[in-house]
């Protein structure tokens, strides 16, 4: 069975302070791959990165960073500097061939970041 | 402007009462989902369709039903509303239903059922 888990339901942070968010997965494939998605206010997802299970590579991109780590079974994102505008419900996600490639997502994280 | 678009915004309804979300994409992605999103549960996946014409059971698929006639559309119907399914409800698309491709998701659709 496939599972994501986001243990942090809820961060409170003040702006320029850094942020990190948690996801641990569980799966059984060789093959898969890991996505985190924002949801702001407005309540639409955006989609922010995707990870294939074979890049343990950490990426960056501006203020972003993630960290992939295979042996520990997570994908935990940094968020650097944070801004009232990352103010979010962030989301973990997996896929693999598992389930018919279909996603799998944690319950979320909200974020507050206050001014 | 290119994306997916979800109606209603939000709805009120009996219990037992027959509804309809409709979902349209402008991307044309072969690949739609409807997702049900409750506070701790983060989303989880209804129905999907990985082309039209073919759909398939998510997650939590009792109660609800899909169809996909052609590649924009992709409805989900509630034949007879329960309280249970007072959620917010998300359209969403993507290029192909391969485990890599990321989603696309609409703006939502927040149903009450009392």
């Known amino acids: 069975a496939q599972k994501v888990t986001q243990a942090q339901t809820e961060i409170s942070v003040v702006e320029k302070e850094d942020v990190t968010l948690d996801c641990v997965y569980e799966t059984r494939d060789t093959t898969y791959y890991l996505f985190w998605y924002k949801q702001p206010p407005s309540g639409e997802l955006v989609f922010l990165i995707r990870r294939n299970s074979f890049d343990e590579q950490n990426e960056i991109s501006g203020r972003y960073s993630w960290n992939f780590q295979k042996s520990t079974s997570s994908f935990n994102f940094t968020i650097t500097a944070s801004q009232v505008v990352d103010s979010a419900v962030y989301f973990c996600?997996?896929?693999?061939?598992?389930?018919?490639?279909?996603?799998?997502f944690g319950a979320g994280t909200r974020l507050f970041v206050k001014a | 402007i290119a994306g997916i678009t979800q109606a209603p915004t939000s709805q009120i309804l009996a219990a037992g009462r027959r509804m309809t979300l409709r979902c349209t994409q402008d991307m044309r992605h072969n690949a739609m989902y409807w997702y049900r999103q409750d506070l701790g549960l983060g989303l989880r996946l209804i129905h999907y369709s990985n082309t039209a014409g073919t759909t398939g059971k998510g997650e939590v698929p009792d109660g609800y039903s899909v169809s996909r006639a052609n590649t924009d559309d992709f409805p989900l119907t509630l034949a007879s509303a329960v309280p249970s399914q007072t959620s917010v409800y998300f359209c969403a698309s993507s290029e192909a239903s391969g485990s890599l491709n990321e989603q696309f998701f609409g703006p939502g659709t927040r149903l009450t059922v009392l």
């Open positions: 996600a997996l896929s693999g061939n598992t389930g018919g490639f279909k996603t799998i």
